[in-house]
C-alpha cells in the first residue's frame, strides 16, 4: 500500500528517553547512519572506527548536510587521554580578497561557486584517524555508504526539507559551470526528494571506493586531484596541485575550562569552540538557583552575546590571530566582561549569527574509547561546485573569512578560515564523562553552553538535556525563543529590552548527540527531536 500519512507532521507531543548500553553505542542524526556504525563495532572495530564509518554514510545519507568535499574537527579520546584533529582546509591559492573584490563582493564572502570553496579536510582526517587510532580495515569502514549510495535508502523527514531547500537555494546558480553538475549528482528532475522516497547516488560510489583503495591520497595526489584540478581549471577555480598535494588535517591540542569541577573541552582556532568556554567562563560566576526563569535566561544569552563579540572579531587561523587563547580564557579578562551584565540587554558589536548545514556524531566503545565528531559542507550543500562524474560537491567555508584587511580573519591564500563547526567533550576529575555536540553553525556554541548548563548545574539526564527549550540570540539585542519558552520568562526578557522572537520552528535550535559514561562503564546516550536521529547501541 502507498502511505498516506504525512512524515513531516506530528500532531501530539513525543518524548524521547535515555538509551543505555555497555559495549557500544553511537548516536548520530540519521538512523541508518547510527547503525552503520554500530554494525562496525560488532564487527570488531572500536568507536574510531565507528565514527569515521558513521562520517563517510552520512556523505550519502544526510548530503544535505555534510559531503565528500566537507571539512570535520574530532576530538578523541583514548587510553585516559584526550586527542585533537583539525579536518578543516585552507584557500586556495587562487583565491585573493582582490579577486573577490572584482566579483562584486565588497563586504561579504560568497556562499556559491568556486570563491566559496576552500580545501576539503574530511577525507585526510578519516585517514589520519584510522592511521593512529583505526583497528578494522580502512576500506571495510566505506562498505555501509558504498551500499546505500549503490542500492538506495529512503530519505528520511527532516533530510527532505533540507534538501528541498539546497535545491531552491541552488537553481538560480544552476547555469554556472561549475555548479550545473550538482543537479546531475543530487537533483536531475531540478527537485528534492520526498521523505520516504528511494535515492540512489550511484556516481558516490565509485567515488567511495576509489577513496578507500588510496586511503583518500587519491583525493589530494592521484586520480581524484587530477580531475578536480582540471574541473577547477575549466571552469574559473582557484586550485593548484600543490593546493591538494600539501593539505593534510592537523593534530592539536584541545581547550579546555573548569566549570564547577567539570572540565570542559573545545577545538581550540580557527574553530569558535572557544566561545563556549568564554561564556561558560562568564556564566560560572553567577548562582542559578532555577532553570526556568528570566533571570537564569537573561544572563546566559549577555553570557553569550559578549563571548560572540569576543570570538567574531578575535577568532582565526591560530598563525594570525594577535589576542591569544590564553588571554580570552584568562581570569582577569573573564571579570572584565562578566561585570557588564547587568538587568537590562546589551547591545554588543559582533556579526550576525544564523543557522547553517552540519551533521554532528559520537561514539563509545566498550574498552573506553569515544569519540565526538563533526562534518559539514557549511551552508545546505555546501558551495554547489560538484565534480562531474564523481558527485563530490565541495564545501562554502571561504564563506568564513573576512575582507576588512583589519581582521585577523582577513582572506590569505594558503590560510583557514573562522570555522563554526565544534565537537565538544566533558571530563571530571581526569576521567572522561563523555562526548557532545549540537551541529547548526552559530547556534553550535550556543546549544554547547545550553547542554553543559542543563547538565552540569540543572542536573538533566542527558535526554532531558537535549529537549529543553532553546534560546537563540541573533545580533544586537534580538533573540529567538522557542514555542516552549514559558510565556513568563518571555515577559520577563521583553521587560529587560531584549527584542524577543517566538519560533515554532525549531531546526535552526541546533541538532544535538550526547554520551555520557559512569565510573562502571555504563554508557547513556541520548539525541533530540529536532533531528532524524536516533540511538544505536549494544
Known amino acids: 500500500m502507498d502511505f498516506n500519512f504525512n512524515g513531516q507532521e506530528y500532531v501530539y507531543g513525543s518524548r524521547r528517553r535515555v538509551i543505555y548500553g555497555k559495549r557500544g553505542m553511537v548516536c548520530t542524526s540519521q538512523p541508518l547512519s547510527a547503525q552503520a556504525g554500530l554494525q562496525i563495532l560488532q564487527q570488531g572495530g572500536n568507536a574510531i572506527d565507528a565514527a569515521i564509518a558513521t562520517a563517510i554514510c552520512q556523505t550519502i545519507l544526510e548530503p544535505t548536510n555534510t559531503g565528500l568535499g566537507s571539512d570535520c574537527f574530532a576530538l578523541v579520546w583514548v587510553k585516559d587521554k584526550l586527542y585533537g584533529l583539525n579536518g578543516s582546509g585552507y584557500a586556495p591559492t587562487g583565491l585573493t580578497a582582490e579577486v573577490v573584490r572584482k566579483q562584486g563582493y565588497t563586504e561579504k564572502m560568497p556562499f556559491f561557486g568556486w570563491s566559496a570553496v576552500t580545501v576539503p579536510g574530511a577525507p585526510s582526517a578519516w585517514a589520519e584517524l584510522h592511521k593512529r587510532f583505526g583497528r578494522l580495515p580502512f576500506a571495510k569502514l566505506f562498505e555501509p555508504a558504498i551500499y546505500y549510495a549503490e542500492n538506495g535508502y529512503p530519505v528520511s523527514p527532516i533530510v527532505a526539507r533540507f534538501w528541498q531547500a539546497g535545491v531552491d537555494k541552488l537553481l538560480p546558480h544552476k547555469d554556472n559551470p561549475a555548479i550545473a553538475p550538482w543537479f546531475d549528482a543530487f537533483a536531475p528532475a531540478e527537485r528534492a526528494p520526498k521523505c520516504g522516497e528511494t535515492v540512489r547516488l550511484p556516481l558516490h560510489a565509485n567515488t567511495l571506493r576509489e577513496l578507500a583503495a588510496s586511503y583518500c591520497e587519491s583525493f589530494y595526489r592521484g586520480t581524484l ?17 600543490e593546493d591538494l598535494a600539501d593539505y593534510r588535517a592537523e593534530w592539536v591540542e584541545p581547550i579546555h575550562i573548569n566549570y564547577r569541577g567539570y572540565d570542559v ?15 561558560l567562563n562568564i556564566l560560572k560566576g553567577f548562582d542559578f538557583p532555577t532553570k526556568d526563569c528570566g533571570e537564569t535566561y537573561h544572563k546566559q544569552i549577555e553570557a553569550m552575546k559578549l563571548a560572540f563579540a569576543d570570538g567574531m572579531k578575535y577568532i582565526a587561523d591560530p598563525r594570525y ?11 582577569e579578562y573573564t571579570a572584565e566582561r562578566r561585570a557588564l551584565i547587568g538587568e537590562q540587554a546589551l547591545e554588543p558589536v559582533p556579526g550576525k549569527p544564523y543557522c547553517g548545514g552540519t551533521v554532528y556524531l559520537c561514539t563509545a566503545d566498550g574498552e573506553g574509547n569515544m569519540v565526538s565528531f563533526i562534518q559539514s559542507n557549511y551552508k545546505d550543500f555546501g558551495s554547489g561546485v560538484t565534480l562531474p562524474g564523481y558527485g563530490l560537491n565541495l564545501n562554502c567555508r571561504a564563506n568564513g573569512f573576512s575582507l576588512d584587511p583589519a581582521s585577523d580573519d582577513y582572506l590569505l591564500p594558503r590560510k583557514k578560515p573562522y570555522h563554526t563547526i565544534i565537537p565538544g567533550f566533558l571530563t571530571k576529575d581526569g576521567q572522561a564523562v563523555g562526548p557532545f555536540g549540537v551541529m547548526g553553525a552559530y547556534m553550535q556554541p550556543q546549544g554547547h553552553v545550553q547542554v553543559v548548563m542543563n547538565t552540569v548545574d540543572f542536573l538533566l539526564n542527558p535526554q532531558s538535556a537535549l529537549d529543553a527549550p532553546r534560546w537563540q540570540w541573533i545580533e544586537g539585542k534580538k533573540i529567538y525563543l522557542e514555542d516552549r519558552v514559558p510565556e513568563s520568562i518571555i515577559a520577563d526578557l521583553r521587560r529587560r529590552g531584549h527584542e524577543v522572537t517566538v519560533m515554532s520552528d525549531y531546526t535552526s535550535f541546533g541538532r544535538g548527540e550526547i554520551i555520557w559514561r559512569d565510573d562502571s562503564g555504563v554508557l547513556a546516550g541520548a539525541t533530540e527531536p529536532r533531528a532524524d536521529g536516533t540511538v544505536a547501541v549494544w
Open 265 to 279: 573541552w573545545e577545538i581550540p582556532p580557527n574553530g569558535h569552540g572557544i566561545t563556549a568556554l568564554m561564556a
Open 225 to 241: 586531484a587530477e580531475k578536480l584540478l582540471d574541473f577547477s581549471n575549466s571552469t574559473g577555480g582557484y586550485l593548484t596541485k
Open 321 to 331: 590571530m594577535q589576542t591569544k587563547v590564553e588571554e580570552l580564557l584568562s581570569d
